[in-house]
């Protein structure tokens, strides 16, 4: 039986207390093949259900909640399936269990990981177009869904300009208005430039160019610490308008 989700911790929790006993259970927020003679069901949010399944996973980790918390974050489509393969080792050996060699654990540790190190990442790779309201934003296209755990590291270094963080692949923003960050949907934004940010994006390439040369280009070495995937909001790798890509 493939269980069905709508990606919320909540959900995830009620399937995983129905789940428990199916040999055979998936379960899955994102659209799934069934295999000849599959089932599935969608799963209603049940707070009760939740509660008690939260609180019984508890009691064998307190911490196990927040690697919940990154797991559902992650941008792979069986988050919930090694989540759920996770916790139901952890139910059965009824203590910590991300230390131990096991695959379940092995799994979600490099999941946890890859969430974890691109929110890190991000802090450096993020760009912001100045607009003519005085208000920043940039575009952005993470591989997980961490957009709005980004707000309060650039609220620390920022804390005198508002700000939109947009995911662009999930169509929705992390606002911060100068007092209070929030999140919103945002299908897409058209964005007026100040005068100044013509002239800070060349400075992005003039720089860029200083520091490379081309006799000594290490453009495997440069994918590993840039991955390409993020270039495209980068206006140092581009020599047109960046809100045109």
Known sequence: ????TDGTKECFLTAFLYAFSDENALISS???QLALGQESVFVAADAAKAKKTEARLLSFDKDCMNDLFYLLRSG???REQIAFRYLKLLTEKKMPVREMAEDASIAANECIRKVTYEIHRMHGFVRFLESASGALYAPLSPDNDIVDLLTPHF???LPEFPFVLHDVKRKKAAVYDGKNSFLAPLESAEIVLSADEQRWQSLWQRYYQSVNIPQRERLKQMKGYMPVRYWKHMPE???TDPLST
């Open 76 to 78: 792979r489509n069986d």
């Open 30 to 32: 994102s659209q799934t």
């Open 1 to 4: 039986m493939i269980y069905l």
């Open 237 to 239: 790798f581009h020599a």
């Open 155 to 157: 609220r620390a270094r």
